[in-house]
């Protein structure tokens, strides 16, 4: 008697604890749930207020929590944004040009201590870079590379339009680099550079002897399906399905086109917030890059340099440990983050928690969008404090 009332005690132990955890599991579900309207009103409100006209796509665990497009691609026409509509993903390109890298590393082309100078043997130019900056170096911001703001003050003007019309081909640029005074010498501080990713593109282009979007579709954007993920960087080719970028003046009370954007410039990489989505799940999937490139991709290469910064490669680092003045969203959970902007583009990608949330929004309204404010406002949905 006493073995048969144990017995079904621990039976309705057992029920109670199964219930418990199904409450648990459902309330977890319901907090979600809660989320998608509450995100929903945020986009719908920037839209209404023209702070944001674009695509975003919100996933947790790899499944979509939000996703929307709102807004117009081409005022001239009235076509709005719809899922396939690429945009210029500006500076998020960083993470596929550094993947490239590693991924030329795997191949045994290429290794993170190979010399700039010995990468650039083939090619003739007036100036000079320091003898020991490396790959490493460059991925990470630490080369001593100048960015725009070194150039001579005549290109910085109206928005760098002169410089941006100058129609560098890769011995050109390379030679422009080369004259402009660096920073400081490399390993000595974070500097984000730029020219030091535009150079890396050619670096790729000499590796493979392809062009950069040759490379990028055959190496990544294929084999990952990302299908609406492109480069180009010839101004005379149309890119389809391609979003206008505007910025608004208040002078007038009305947008403007950007007409200047120089596609021989930096290797642009052009994709939607689906695609960029799905690229930010690619780095917790070891498969097409080792656990130990995307290790080194999200890992702090600027630990023994700057204490204020951060930066992988191609990603500024969250890892519990470092904090950086730029991409801080002041979370306690680990996370990488990567934003964009150029030439009325705007663009994000955030992965927090090792992919149990993945962000990503592209904009057309340039001025209008302010992505880190944006990307705050998300997270603290998303995130209870």
């Known amino acids: 008697m006493k073995k048969i009332l144990i017995s079904i005690f621990l039976v309705i132990q057992f029920i109670s604890i199964i219930g418990c955890q199904q409450k648990k599991g459902k309330a977890s579900l319901i907090t979600t749930q809660n989320n998608k309207p509450k995100i929903d009103s945020l986009f719908k409100a920037h839209y209404l207020q023209n702070l944001f006209h674009g695509g975003v796509v ?83 911001h630490s080369s001593g590379l100048p960015n725009y703001n070194n150039i001579d003050k005549k290109l910085r003007q109206n928005n760098f339009l002169t410089f941006k019309r100058l129609r560098f081909t890769n011995e050109l640029y390379i030679n422009f680099i080369s004259k402009i005074k660096p920073v400081s010498k490399p390993d000595q501080q974070f500097y984000y550079s730029n020219f030091a990713y535009h150079l890396i593109s050619i670096i790729l282009e000499q590796t493979y002897k392809k062009p950069f979007g040759k490379i990028l579709q055959e190496k990544l954007t294929l084999p990952l399906g990302l299908n609406n993920t492109i480069s180009e960087s010839k101004n005379e080719v149309v890119i389809s399905q391609l979003a206008k970028a505007y910025n608004y003046q208040e002078e007038t009370g ?11 410039l930096g290797r642009r990489i052009f994709s939607t917030a689906s695609d960029l989505n799905r690229w930010g799940q690619v780095m917790d999937n070891p498969g097409w890059l080792t656990k130990e490139s995307l290790n080194l991709m999200k890992q702090n290469q600027q630990k023994e340099i700057n204490k204020k910064y951060s930066y992988g490669y191609g990603w500024v680092v969250f890892d519990g440990e470092n904090k950086s003045e730029m991409g801080n969203l002041e979370i306690s959970q680990p996370y990488i983050i990567h934003g964009g902007s150029t030439e009325g583009y705007k663009a994000m990608l955030i992965n927090i928690n090792n992919g149990e949330y ?28």
Do not use: P
């Open 358 to 385: 993945v962000i990503s929004f592209l904009s057309n309204i340039g001025n209008k969008t302010q992505e880190m404010q944006l990307a705050q406002k998300i997270v603290n949905i998303l995130i209870k404090k």
């Open 58 to 140: 919100i996933t947790q665990k790899g499944k979509t929590l939000y996703e929307n497009y709102l807004g117009v691609a081409d005022r001239s026409w009235n076509i709005l944004i719809k899922k396939d509509v690429k945009f210029d993903i500006a500076s998020v390109n960083k993470s596929m040009i550094a993947a490239l890298v590693l991924k030329a590393v795997e191949e045994g082309k290429l290794r993170l201590d190979d010399k700039l100078v010995d990468l650039l043997s083939d090619f003739s130019y007036e100036g000079s870079f320091h003898s020991e900056i490396t790959l490493h170096h460059m991925l990470s």
């Open 254 to 264: 009305k947008w403007h086109q950007n007409l200047f954007m120089d596609l021989s």
